[in-house]
């Protein structure tokens, strides 16, 4: 069966690093904003191609995506989904969020990261399915994580240029 990786993660949690990540080796799909697959017509995805990739940022365009929903439909498209969650230092994802602008401050960061993890995990409850976890730190500071994470979905390991973006938000004091 065709595979769907369904990439999700609280704004800011590295989603389009990962998504990006597919890409390169080749998986159907789109890391920028605007995705290819934005339309939810999985449908239309030629025959011949084996792996895609979608990603959803929870909240999503400020809203919060029916994740189990859009699970289904990928179901129903003829693909196997195989969700994955990304998850990166709270402080880090509260920081970005600020400065992306999601959010206001960094209490409404906390607060929307919370309840994006609330989310997902509802989400993928009421499919009775525990998503695959990428750790953030470890994915883009550890090219044996990437090699493992890819090679268990008979990937290559992409050869991409990773950085920390965490370091952005360190301060260092002489």
């Given at each position: 069966m065709r595979r769907i990786f369904f990439v999700i993660g609280a704004e800011s949690s590295g989603t389009r690093m990962l998504t990006k990540s597919f890409t390169s080796v080749g998986v159907f799909g789109s890391a920028e904003h605007r995705q290819r697959l934005d339309g939810l017509n999985f449908n239309n995805?030629?025959?011949?191609?084996?792996?895609?990739?979608?990603?959803?940022?929870?909240?999503?365009?400020?809203?919060w995506p029916p994740l189990a929903g859009l699970y289904n439909l990928m179901k129903a498209s003829g693909f196997d989904p195989v969700p994955i969650v990304?998850?990166?230092?709270?402080?880090y994802v509260a920081l970005s969020q600020v400065a992306a602008g999601h959010v206001e401050n960094l209490e409404d960061a906390k607060a929307q990261i919370h309840f994006?993890?609330?989310?997902?995990?509802?989400?993928?409850?009421k499919l009775g399915i525990s998503p695959a976890l990428v750790n953030y730190e470890r994915f883009?500071?550890?090219?044996?994580?990437?090699?493992?994470?890819?090679?268990?979905?008979?990937?290559?390991?992409?050869?991409?240029?990773?950085?920390?973006?965490?370091?952005?938000?360190?301060?260092t004091f002489a």
């Open positions: 995805i030629p025959e011949d191609i084996q792996n895609a990739v979608f990603r959803r940022s929870v909240p999503h365009a400020k809203m990304i998850e990166r230092e709270e402080k994006a993890k609330q989310h997902i995990d509802s989400e993928m409850g883009v500071t550890d090219g044996k994580v990437r090699e493992r994470f890819f090679k268990q979905y008979g990937l290559r390991e992409p050869d991409i240029d990773y950085y920390n973006a965490n370091e952005k938000y360190e301060v």
